[in-house]
């Protein structure tokens, strides 16, 4: 099992740090457990950390005033979440949401501002780490303003598939119909009926909640 200080070396914010400094930084955080459905975060709260997974997945989400959720993105062993917090006094912008069993590494802002101004490094890869969140949210705005539900779907499945042993396109997340419907801003029955007809043109394979691609999905539906 990974160390927190391979997982620290791992992280994108980290990985321009040498031995001796990932050990420094190693000591200064914590290690939380949060059990599965556990609300890591709350959109709208002020606090003062930021986390990285060491095992298990969280999903971000935003709800919009008639309480409907939407995920940005499921997160995994290595990510991180909840860094702006740490660079700013806002509240949180998201929600954090245990997939499964979670255990993460916690670092506070009063470490972590210690590390800014000792380490350029780490600085350097904040302002690469944002620009990249940046890209990511103008992608999702794009998608939503200009892509149909369809679009907005095959898009969702052609970023998530990736290559198993066979060489086969699989998305390994699990999803129900209701999570795609949140990723894409669409009504369940929707996507329900959109894979139900991939599934009968053999474009996907759908079972036990994962999603395989079968052969080039088609421009539109």
């Known amino acids: 099992m990974a160390t927190d200080i391979d997982i620290l070396r791992n992280n994108d914010l980290f990985s321009e740090l040498n031995d001796e400094e990932l050990t420094a930084l190693a000591k200064l955080t914590q290690t939380r457990t949060f059990l599965k459905n556990s609300l890591i975060l709350c959109e709208g709260d002020t606090s003062n950390a930021m986390y990285i997974i060491q095992k298990g ?27 702006l917090s740490l660079l ?40 690469r780490y944002l620009c990249e969140r940046v890209r990511f949210l103008t992608s999702l705005a794009h998608g939503l303003a200009l892509l149909d539900v369809y679009g907005r779907l095959v898009k969702l499945i052609q970023s998530l598939a990736e290559p ?37 043109g053999g474009y996907v394979s759908c079972e036990n909640k994962h999603i395989k691609i079968n052969k080039k999905l088609p421009s539109a539906w």
């Not at 309480?67 to 062993?77: D, F, H, N, R, Y």
């Not at 699989?170 to 139900?196: C, F, N, Q, W």
């Open 57 to 83: 997945k969280v999903n971000i989400t935003v709800t919009n005033e008639d309480g409907k959720e939407m995920i940005l993105s499921t997160l995994q062993a290595g990510d991180n979440f909840g860094e």
């Open 88 to 127: 700013d006094e806002a509240p949180r912008s998201a929600n954090a949401v245990a997939l499964e069993k979670c255990e993460l590494i916690v670092l506070h802002k009063a470490e972590f501002v210690q590390l800014l101004t000792q380490n350029s490094a780490i600085a350097l890869a904040i302002i």
């Open 164 to 200: 198993n042993q066979e060489g086969q396109l699989v998305v390994a997340i699990p999803l129900t119909h209701k999570d795609i419907a949140m990723r894409v801003g669409s009504s369940r029955e929707m996507i329900s009926r959109i894979l139900s007809e991939l599934e009968k």
